[in-house]
């Protein structure tokens, strides 16, 4: 019998509001061989074929996870509170998912999902398939604050100019705030506001994070779960910073804040706006 974690189970661990829900269930649902932990009060789900529920605690929390018997083997499927079983859909299908466990498997293979909120570039959670998921996604706003920015990320066909693209596409705003450009990268920059992106020029920014403002009325209803966030860190928005380069991909570490806790970037985008100058009056201050 083999154990799998379905997309929607790690998405589960990873979105949810407890720094350590994602530990906290890991440790009821599989060994630390990676098979499937048996518990005597798993009970059938209604509803939906095949399904089961487990709970993890009992507490105020009431956390459960769900998994599907399929042809021998254990599919988690569904991890949260109350709510994650009220609102079940049977899966549409469980391609794509990862099996765990075999020889090779040991309990450290789960430490990627027992931290979601910290985003990393050489190890799970990578920062730049964080950025691509928002691809996905409708926002209202994306604001963007790197002391540099580098010309192949922010292109059309870069990882950053196509998370641009999809904003802009949906009818939603991007801003980016960065220090003075070179007089060789002038030319770069014009295109990026040539494009519809609020380009503004600060000259000692230092700080590192984008910020997802995201449009929760043209939300999916199977994403109405995701929200707002920051990603704040240590990471440029450079090829190297954020972990796409082919070579020289630095160590960095960024924090996910959560939506209930915005307000403070919130306040610093507008300290930094107040002190920043439009692309275009950057120009005219040093022509002029």
Known sequence: MAVYFCKEFIRDLADHDDAHFAARV????????GGFADDADDHPYRGVPDA??????RQNSAYRAIFIRKDGHIYWYRAGGKPVEVRLRAPRNLDGALQIGGADFNADALQEYAYPSYIKTKEK????EVLASRQLLPHKTVTIVSPAISADLFSPVGLVGKLISSVLEGGGAVSVITRPPKKNNISEFRWLVDRGVDLMVHERVNARFIHFDVDKERLDKELKHISSTCLIGSAEYTSEGIGVASEGVH????????ESDLDGSDDFIMKLVENSLGFDDHIRKIVG
Not at 26 to 33: F, G, R
Not at 52 to 57: D, F
Not at 125 to 128: H, I, V
Request: proline share 0%.
């Open 26 to 33: 890991l440790s009821k649902v599989v060994t630390d061989q």
């Open 52 to 57: 089961w529920i487990r709970y993890v605690s």
């Open 125 to 128: 959670r990578l920062l730049k």
């Open 251 to 258: 160590d960095e570490l960024v924090y996910e804040v959560h």
